[in-house]
């Protein structure tokens, strides 16, 4: 079981676009900041916004800030925006098959095996969705977002 | 994010045979009651006997049966004996990467995403390991536990 490596991306650049004052940061800047691949990256910040995460102006003053305050977007929504909703088990109805098999009459209700690893997915999720981009940023040492502004922010920060 | 699909090849083999007195099944009895190919479910079995899951002995009365009563074997004792038990998440370091690095010094304690993504994983662990085999045959209708004795059991689960 592995997320992609693109999740640590999506991470980072949402958590440095909330360290800013609300000003568009381009695809090339994230990039050089964050030592990462412009087209690669770009498809990633094309998932966020997708997701609701981001929103993208176009123009030479233009590129992504977050899409809401950073209180409403939680480390869940970033995650799932790059890897996808879906539950990392899959029950594919094994209780049907073979020698076994129990009646399909009988497998109307989803099996024990899958209610079970469904609660395990829906704690990671809440355990996720129980972190917000703000309270990521509040962690940080206060040199840190002063020096996000300075490298990242078109004024400098100022 | 994909667990693999023996996964559930595993939960069922490990609830099957918790369902028997005891006595050993063999990999080919286990394929054909659940209609799973021989040579791939042979691998998964073995895969539960180094995690001490299962114990395995050979002969022609040889087979499987479970290493330790199911009371004391979870869930994630099964998923990770398939899986491994590697965080899905990998932290590769962004934040010392790219114009925005921060100082190594700086980096000694792990990150903050690192952190949040390790605890929503062990939210998962600990939800499945909240759950053991013999619970999961506790929630099955008492004919299932009969038929499974029924049709596994060389003596016929008389
Ligand atoms: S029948 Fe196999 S997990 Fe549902
Ligand atoms: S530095 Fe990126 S997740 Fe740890």
Chains 1, 2 share one sequence.
Not at 62 to 91: H, K, M, N, S
Not at 103 to 126: I, S
Request: proline share 8%; charged share 20%.
């Amino acid at each position: 079981m592995k997320l992609p490596e693109s999740t640590e991306w999506a991470l980072h650049c949402t958590t440095a676009l909330a360290q800013l004052g609300g000003e568009p940061v381009s695809t090339s800047q994230l990039a050089e900041h964050f030592g990462l691949p412009v087209p690669y990256l770009a498809k990633q910040l094309a998932h966020l916004v997708k997701a609701g995460v981001l929103s993208g102006t176009t123009g030479p003053r233009g590129g992504f800030r977050l899409a809401l305050p950073a209180t409403r977007i939680t480390v869940l929504d970033i995650v799932e925006a790059i890897d996808g909703r879906g539950d990392p088990y899959q029950c594919r109805e094994i209780r049907q098959q073979g020698r076994g098999a129990v009646p399909a009459a009988d497998c109307l209700e989803p099996c024990v095996l899958a209610t079970t690893m469904r609660a395990a997915h829906e704690a990671w999720r809440a355990s996720l969705a129980a972190v917000t981009v703000a309270e990521l940023v509040g962690t940080l040492p206060p040199e840190i977002p002063q020096r996000t502004r300075r490298l990242l922010s078109r004024g400098g920060g100022e």
